[in-house]
């Protein structure tokens, strides 16, 4: 185990020692510690490394991530695991707004709540929230998948292309062009697998699904008012 | 036709509106046609003062000038020496302004990079990501950081000699962007995780920061994530340029890129072109005198954009106290864009060559700013980038040009001093004299 005390060596040093870790590094496991709210901790990691963050994180924890596992012991800031390509991040806590922002592969956990526009833009990436998850989320979301235990605040969905959302509690409201769709077999299967990889024991027939209708795919003047 | 009436009194002349315009009802019946505004790139096509209002006074008594072919005219830049461990070097300071691939053909981003190149500056990438080509052709290659993050990805912003954050176009200060369904080909999809054939929205604001404060630590991380190596710029409208240039380099920027309302390239609302932002001229004074407040002039470099054209525009903009300028629409022009000998064919869309600006329906005579392949294969990006090269030399002559006449041995000797002003707007704008007076509107010291 190699330990980083962030409040010691910065911010440049810590990632730098991560930023060094080749794809057959024998150093797999790293502690950080005190990281004390800080900023862009362990962002652009590119190694089959596992780190560990002693202490709530900051925003940008974790941003482009590629096949590094993550877990912070906190709570996470805003933009939290933005773009992650691949990998795993899991926060013992809550996260703030943006979770998963863009994010083109990999898993994100979240044991708490998310906050607002969770999984934003989302590219690939599959989020899974034990607890409830903010307004906006996954607005603009192009694919990946996004599964909540709780419930959902206003909005989810807008604007959405072809990412899933599955809900196990209540949807406040859903966005422009997001409807309810239908579980099909294949989605209870995607769910098992997805919950016992994220480490969750929720009954997958429980999840409601929800998607794009694809009613704003091709610009039609009479759907203006939705846009 | 009959000048009297039958009862024998005179017919007036037929008299068309100043206000109701034949353009001004072309528009309204396209409204009431359609329904829909009208979308087309081409940058604002009003007139508004410009460059064109300015003149340099050149040598006199008082100002020696330098000898065209035995003196040296340096023309070299570097951007990004503030944070930066490889600043840009350039031979030159004009620049290729961002355009994506997507919105341009695989040949023509090509074309971008081979002409860049040998000429010894920089182009960007745009909306939509990276493309080997374009890293393959391009010695110096800056990677847009987009709201949409369309192909975004780690191994490609390590890959880049800088980062370029936009927050916003002169074209559309405020507004997103769309790629119409029929310019998504399989690889522009595959490259935009989307499918193929649907309208492709960017965003208006990032999806992850908000305001100054959240930019410093967007800033932060991609610094990390490169290892502090590449310089950021930050690529602003020109909305407000004193204090998005202040908020910009107190969010630790290396260059700040201004882009005025004639900035053509990105395809948006016709009435967002026309009636949002400012003129190119009248955000540059604006923008340095914030650097200048900050000590950073010269220091956090200032990327002018937005209907560059000439070596003329090109002293100008440098005179007023920019370190180099961006091109777009001019490069795709350059490249053939809009060349009369498609003439037959842009009539046949409805339209002139040099009028044509519907770039983002991907049917573009050229070949340039299209995915078909039928059209894609008319152009030659060998010979597309000989001519950027070229066109690149000549603006950089003609810079260098000026610069003598005016006894100066590098460009960015230039300076407001050198400059007078044709009319009361410009003199205003630019902070110069009217020619003729030693006086501009809000000059220190005088009463109106």
Same mark, same amino acid.
């Given at each position: 185990?190699?330990?980083? &005390? ?17 794809? &057959? ?177 929720? &009954? ?24 | ?87 840009? /070097? ?29 000429? #010894? ?29 369309? #192909? ?17 176009? #002169? ?24 499918? %193929? ?31 502090? %190596? ?6 602003? !409208? ?12 107190? !969010? ?88 009369? %000998? ?18 983002? /329906? ?22 597309? #980038? ?21 006894? %100066? ?40």
């Amino acid at each position: 185990m190699q330990t980083l &005390d962030l409040s010691e060596i910065g911010l440049r040093e810590v990632n730098k020692a991560l930023h060094a870790q080749s794809d &057959d590094t024998n150093q797999t496991a790293w502690t950080i510690e005190n990281a004390r709210g800080s900023h862009a901790i362990a962002c652009g990691l590119d190694a089959p490394i596992e780190v560990t963050v002693k202490g709530s994180t900051g925003y940008y924890c974790g941003g482009m991530n590629k096949q590094a596992t993550i877990n912070v012991h906190g709570s996470a800031g805003p933009g939290t695991g933005e773009n992650i390509m691949s990998g795993k991040i899991v926060i013992e806590g809550d996260a703030s707004q943006y979770l998963g922002a863009t994010g083109h592969g990999g898993l994100i956990v979240v044991k708490g709540n998310a906050s607002s526009r969770c999984g934003i833009s989302m590219k690939g990436v599959n989020i899974v929230v034990q607890g409830n998850i903010g307004h906006m989320s996954a607005f603009m979301g192009q694919s990946g998948n996004l599964v909540v235990l709780g419930d959902a605040g206003d909005a989810l969905g807008d604007s959405c292309y072809e990412a899933r959302f599955f809900v196990r509690g209540e949807v406040k409201s859903l966005g422009a062009d997001c409807e309810k769709k239908e579980m099909r077999p294949e989605h209870i299967e995607f769910l098992k697998e997805i919950l016992a990889e994220a480490g969750m024991d929720a &009954d997958p027939s429980e999840f409601t699904r929800y998607g794009s209708a694809r009613n704003l795919y091709n610009f039609d003047v009479d759907n203006a008012g939705a846009y | 036709m009959n000048k009297h009436t039958p009862n024998g009194i005179p017919h007036t002349t037929p008299r068309q509106s100043a206000t109701f315009t034949q353009d001004i009802n072309s528009d309204i019946r396209r409204a009431a046609a359609t329904g829909i505004y009208d979308i087309r790139g081409g940058g604002a096509k009003r007139k508004v003062p410009s460059f064109d209002d300015l003149l340099f006074m050149g040598a006199s008594i008082s100002r020696y000038p330098l000898e065209g072919y035995r003196e040296k005219c340096e023309t070299n830049v570097t951007i990004g020496g503030l944070h930066a461990e490889n600043p840009i /070097e350039l031979d030159i300071p004009v620049t290729i302004a961002g355009m994506s691939f997507g919105a341009l053909s695989g040949p023509a981003k090509e074309a971008l990079g081979r002409g860049a190149s040998a000429a #010894g500056t920089s182009t960007t990438t745009g909306d939509g990501g990276m493309t080997p080509e374009e890293r393959g052709h391009s010695k110096k290659l800056v990677y847009q950081y987009l709201p949409s993050r369309y #192909g975004m990805n780690p191994d490609d912003l390590r890959k880049a000699d800088a980062i370029e954050i936009v927050v916003g176009q #002169g074209a559309k200060p405020g507004g997103g962007g769309m790629l119409l369904g029929q310019k998504i080909s399989d690889r522009v999809a595959e490259m935009r995780n989307l499918p %193929k054939g649907i309208d492709q929205r960017s965003a208006c604001r990032h999806p992850d920061w908000t305001g100054p404060d959240d930019l410093e630590i967007k800033i932060l991380e991609l610094r990390e994530i490169t290892g502090w %190596k590449v310089p950021i710029y930050v690529k602003v !409208a020109g909305a407000r340029p004193y204090y998005d240039t202040t908020l910009a380099v107190k !969010a630790g920027a290396d260059a700040v890129v201004l882009d005025g309302m004639q900035g053509g390239t990105a395809a948006t609302q016709d009435v967002f072109i026309e009636h949002v932002g400012q003129p190119t001229l009248a955000i540059v004074r604006p923008a340095v005198k914030a650097l200048q407040d900050l000590g950073m002039h010269r220091k956090v470099s200032l990327i002018l954009s937005g209907g560059i054209r000439s070596g003329a525009d090109v002293a100008k903009a440098m005179a007023l106290g920019a370190d180099a300028v961006a091109i777009g629409t001019a490069a795709l022009i350059a490249l053939g864009d809009n060349d009369p %000998k498609w003439e037959a064919e842009y009539n046949a869309l409805g339209t002139t060559a040099g009028a044509y600006d519907d770039w983002h /329906e991907g049917k573009d005579p050229a070949g340039i700013t299209t995915q078909d392949p039928e059209l894609m294969a008319r152009f030659d990006p060998i010979e597309g #980038g000989r001519r950027l090269k070229n066109y690149l030399k000549v603006m950089t002559l003609e810079a260098q040009t000026i610069a003598r006449a005016c006894g %100066k041995n590098h460009l960015h000797n230039l300076e407001p001093e050198d400059l007078v002003a044709l009319t009361m707007e410009a003199a205003a704008m630019a902070q110069v004299p009217l020619a003729g007076t030693d006086w501009y509107p809000g000059k220190p010291g005088t009463s109106y």
